[in-house]
């Protein structure tokens, strides 16, 4: 059974968008349940970037949420209620799952970086939407964690963003353990790359959007569909496919200008192509 589209206006308030100087800043704004991502915030989520990829004068994107956590995962409530279905859920488990792995692929195959701005506790799901993001800066008042093993369900999604950005040894402590990580351990780890004072990680964030807006956009989009393109392949096979890669990037206009503009000691002009 589907599970029932959030409406528009739902979804507008669940999930807030501003724009500014080439920067999309996306914020989870459903402190009432923790920022979790219910059905109708995957729903916000996978539209907003679906708008997004499309939209040219997006140069990157900030991801961040309100409230006292950033976000604690799936919706327990929502799933629990759907025990009573003839199939005791789990087509609606199956589905939601889905549509949540779906969302992060969305951010991993986004053309722009995402930059997620962690005020706080990132829990389950919540951890792996971090995990997701390309880069992440963190307040030192966050904390990181996989609990599912501790409710006798173990966090079997957030594994895969988790073990694809920590060693997997420190993944599969997060995930044996169930215990609270915080941003500092979380920096130790690679899963974030900032710990900041705590108020300071939106600013930082956007530190890192407004650098990679200032670059050209064809050549951050082909490089960050190479990262993981080649993280997914034998060494040899990796450096086939990135001599490739920069071999066409090489014969983009934006290479040729910014090769010309270092041999000609002058800012580069980016045409994004």
């Known amino acids: 059974m589907n599970a029932p589209s959030p409406a528009p206006q739902q979804a507008a308030t669940t999930l807030q968008r501003h724009d500014q100087g080439g920067v999309a800043t996306l914020t989870l704004n459903d402190p009432a349940s923790r920022n979790s991502l219910s059905e109708a915030m995957l729903a916000a989520l996978s539209e907003t970037l679906k708008a997004i990829a499309a939209d040219n004068s997006v140069r990157a994107v900030v991801l961040a949420a309100n409230g006292p956590v950033f976000s604690s995962g799936h919706n327990l409530k929502e799933m629990t209620a759907r025990r009573a279905d003839a199939d005791r859920g789990r087509a609606y488990f199956t589905e939601i799952l889905d549509r949540c792995s779906a969302v992060m692929q969305q951010i991993v195959t986004l053309p722009q970086p995402v930059i997620a701005a962690v005020q706080a506790t990132a829990t389950a799901a919540g951890c792996q939407l971090v995990a997701s993001c ?140």
């Open 134 to 273: 390309d880069l992440a800066v963190a307040s030192s008042d966050a904390r990181f964690c996989t609990p599912g093993v501790n409710l006798g369900l173990f966090c079997s999604t957030p594994m895969v963003a988790l073990s694809r950005n920590v060693s997997r040894k420190h993944a599969m402590e997060m995930l044996l353990l169930g215990e609270l990580v915080s941003a500092e351990e979380a920096l130790r780890m690679g899963l974030v790359n900032r710990v900041v004072p705590p108020g300071e990680e939106h600013g930082a964030a956007q530190a890192f959007a407004r650098t990679i807006a200032s670059k050209s956009t064809l050549t951050v989009k082909i490089g960050k569909k190479a990262f993981y393109q080649q993280l997914e392949m034998g060494l040899a096979d990796a450096y086939r496919h990135a001599s490739a890669v920069m071999v066409d990037n090489m014969l983009a206009r934006d290479a040729e200008e910014g090769i010309g503009a270092l041999l000609g000691k002058r800012e580069p002009r980016w045409e994004d192509k």
